[in-house]
């Protein structure tokens, strides 16, 4: 049961990678540091797009219109957060 607590602690870094450097990503796009145009750059901006999206979505149905402002990726990370700790306190119960 431990190697299970350590695959989904995992995931959760993962995730949690791909939602650092999707929003960083976006900045820097905002910004026009970054040209979506660029080969590399749009393909990694579109593959992170493909995989947070479902994600994004999900928690954007309960969020409030702040206008331009998207803040799923500050609830998605505390969510993660949230979940990692519950699975690191409570590892103890299941070896």
Do not use: C, K
């Not at 820097?28 to 994004?56: A, H, K, S």
């Not at 990726?73 to 699975?87: A, Q, T």
């Amino acid at each position: 049961m431990v190697s299970v607590i350590q695959i989904l602690l995992l995931i959760i870094g993962v995730v949690r990678f791909f939602v650092i450097a999707h929003f960083i990503m976006s900045w820097l796009i905002r910004f026009e540091v970054l040209n979506v145009r660029q080969e590399f750059v749009g393909q990694v901006w579109y593959t992170l797009e493909r995989i947070l999206d479902p994600i994004y979505s999900r928690v954007r149905r309960f969020m409030p219109d702040l206008g331009g402002i998207d803040l799923s990726p500050i609830v998605v990370l505390v969510g993660l957060e949230i979940i990692r700790i519950l699975l690191l306190n409570n590892a103890a119960a299941f070896i």
